[in-house]
C-alpha cells in the first residue's frame, strides 16, 4: 500500500500542521518504521508553532527529559512572532468586527475585492490565485471526507472549471479524491461523463487503482482489468467486502446505460461499444460550446472593472 501513498505530494500543498494527521494515519497503519515517523513528526513540528508539542515527542524518542537548546531558543521565537502577527492584523480584524465598516461591502464582487486589496492588500496574482485554489482543495479534503454531505460538496466544488484546471496543470493526484467522490455518489451522475473524459486525458500524468478502474469501466472496456484493479485496492478503499464490491461493479454496468451483457455461468461481463451517432456528436459538443461561451462571458464580466459611482 505504500507504493500508493500520495503523502509526499500532498504535503507541499498543506500547512505544516495540517500534514501531522497524515503523519499519525501512517503510523497507525505502520506503513513505515515507528522510529522513522517519529523523526518525520520532529522535523515537521520544529518549522512550526507547536514547540511544546514537538519537544514532548523529542523526550518520548530519546527517553530523556532534556531538550535541544534550538527548540527553548525556536520557542522564544515563536511567541514573539505570534504578537507581531496579532499587531499587523489588528486593522483588517477591526474591519471585520466594526458593523458599520462591515456596510461598506457590496453585493459587487470585484468592488471588495480592490476596496480590500486597497486597504489591506489582500489579493495575489493570477498564478498565485491557481495556487491558493489548490491549497484549498487539499485543505478541503479534511473537511469533505469527514462531513456527512461531503462526497456531494468535493463534487461540486472540485469540478468546477477554474478547480479542475489547476488539478490538470499542478495537481493531478487530486483525481483519486475526485474520482472515489463520483463513485459512492449517485446524485451527480450527469457530471460523471465529463468527469471520464478528464481521467482518460490524464492517464498519461496520472494514475492509480481508483482512477485506473474508471478507465478500464468506461474508457477501455476492459472488465478483467478492472476486477484487477478492485482485488488491488478498491474494495478496501471503499470498505467493502470483495463480494459486495463485485455486486456494486455488476450495479454500476447496468445502470451506465451501456450496452453490456452479465454472463453469470462464467463470471465474465461481454460488451459492446456504444459509439455515439455524428449528430449526437455534434448536439454534445454545441452544448459544450455554448456553455464555455457562457462562462467565458461571465468571468469576463467579474474582471472588469466595476463603473465609478457619482458623488
Not at 455524428?278 to 459544450?288: N, S
Request: charged share 25%.
Amino acid at each position: 500500500m505504500a507504493n500508493y501513498d500520495l503523502t509526499p505530494r500532498i504535503a507541499p500543498n498543506l500547512d505544516r500542521h495540517l500534514v501531522f494527521p497524515l503523519l499519525e494515519f501512517l503510523q497507525e497503519r505502520q506503513l513505515y518504521p515507528e522510529e522513522e515517523l517519529l523523526k518525520a513528526k520532529i522535523d515537521l513540528l520544529n518549522k512550526t508553532n507547536m514547540v511544546d508539542y514537538a519537544m514532548d515527542i523529542h523526550k518520548s524518542l530519546y527517553h530523556t527529559d532534556d531538550v535541544p537548546q534550538e527548540m527553548v531558543d525556536r520557542r522564544v521565537e515563536v511567541v514573539a512572532r505570534l504578537k507581531a502577527l496579532e499587531e499587523a492584523a489588528a486593522p483588517l480584524v477591526t474591519f471585520l468586527q466594526n458593523e458599520d465598516k462591515v456596510q461598506e461591502l457590496r453585493a459587487d464582487k470585484q468592488y471588495n475585492i480592490q476596496m480590500l486589496n486597497d486597504r489591506y492588500q489582500l489579493f495575489a496574482s493570477p498564478l498565485n490565485q491557481v495556487q491558493n485554489r489548490i491549497w484549498l482543495m487539499h485543505w478541503s479534503l479534511f473537511i469533505f471526507f469527514n462531513h456527512d454531505n461531503g462526497k456531494t460538496q468535493i463534487i461540486d466544488l472540485f469540478n468546477q472549471d477554474k478547480y479542475l484546471n489547476a488539478i490538470q496543470t499542478n495537481a493531478p493526484h487530486l483525481l483519486r479524491y475526485l474520482a472515489t467522490a463520483f463513485i459512492v455518489n449517485k446524485r451527480r451522475r450527469p457530471q460523471f461523463k465529463d468527469f471520464i473524459k478528464v481521467i482518460q486525458q490524464e492517464q498519461y500524468s496520472y494514475k492509480d487503482p481508483i482512477t485506473e478502474f474508471l478507465a478500464c469501466v468506461y474508457v477501455n472496456y476492459d472488465f478483467d482489468g478492472a476486477q484487477k484493479k478492485m482485488r488491488e485496492v478498491l474494495a478496501e478503499k471503499l470498505n467493502l467486502s470483495y463480494e459486495e464490491a463485485e455486486r456494486w461493479i455488476v450495479n454500476l454496468i447496468r445502470t451506465s446505460k451501456l450496452d453490456a451483457k452479465i454472463d453469470s455461468k462464467s463470471g465474465t461481463v461481454v460488451m459492446e461499444p456504444n459509439y455515439p451517432n455524428v449528430y449526437e456528436q455534434l448536439i454534445d459538443h454545441t452544448k459544450a460550446l455554448s456553455g464555455r461561451t457562457y462562462k467565458l462571458v461571465g468571468q469576463l464580466l467579474e474582471q472588469a472593472p466595476a463603473p465609478a459611482v457619482a458623488r
